[in-house]
């Protein structure tokens, strides 16, 4: 495994999940109880972010930064078991320090839990959703169009913040972080499990059926390495 790899997936979790909580906090402060311009802030820093990380990072680690890609990729044989599991610590681990720093940043509490409950069936299915277009996404543009992957990332999931119930976390890591902070982007600890089983739905059948739509072939390495 690429000995940068791991580091680079900690520092990309904590920029992205720093960006989330961040653009959060301040979008509620300024957008006057306006919670669809609190959202727009919110969605533009966090698709600019995104941007912005899958082109530094991609040929570094990939630039997975989400639990639920790492895991397809690994199941695609594109990155081995070891490796994801590292990715995933550090996804988990750099992502909460990056909501510790946002909350640094705009002087409230380090530690906190959220109280924001985000539930049902809609949302539920939102999630699912949400994460099954961001994996299809990832694997058909790197099959279509390797170069495009972070303006298809960052577009998807700019839309997706918009047409889905749940606002699209559409990554475990994120999910579970955003539990620790009691914030606009903040989801209620009690809501974390069934929204990462939404994911892991989502992400799944996004890994079956791009078998079915992109056609075979050699993938760009520098966007899948960790393996």
Known sequence: MNRRAVPAEALGSLLLFATVIGSGIMADRIAGGNIAIALLGNTLATGAILFVLVTMLGPVSGAHM???VTLVLCM???????????YV??????GIMGVWLAHLMFDVPLL???????????QWAGEAV????????????????????PTSVALYIVAAYWFTSSTSFANPAITVARSLSDSFAGIAPSCVPAFVA???VGAVIAHIFSGL?????PQNAALVDGG
């Open 198 to 200: 939404a994911q892991m």
């Open 130 to 149: 949400a994460t099954f277009g961001l994996v299809l996404t990832i694997i058909g543009t790197m099959r279509m169009r390797p170069e495009s992957v």
């Open 89 to 94: 610590a550090a996804q988990l681990v750099g």
């Open 66 to 68: 989400n639990p639920a």
């Open 213 to 217: 739509v992109f056609p075979a072939g």
């Open 76 to 86: 695609r044989g594109h990155i081995r078991v070891d490796a994801a599991l590292a």
């Open 112 to 122: 906190q839990l959220s109280t924001k409950l985000r539930g049902g069936g809609g």
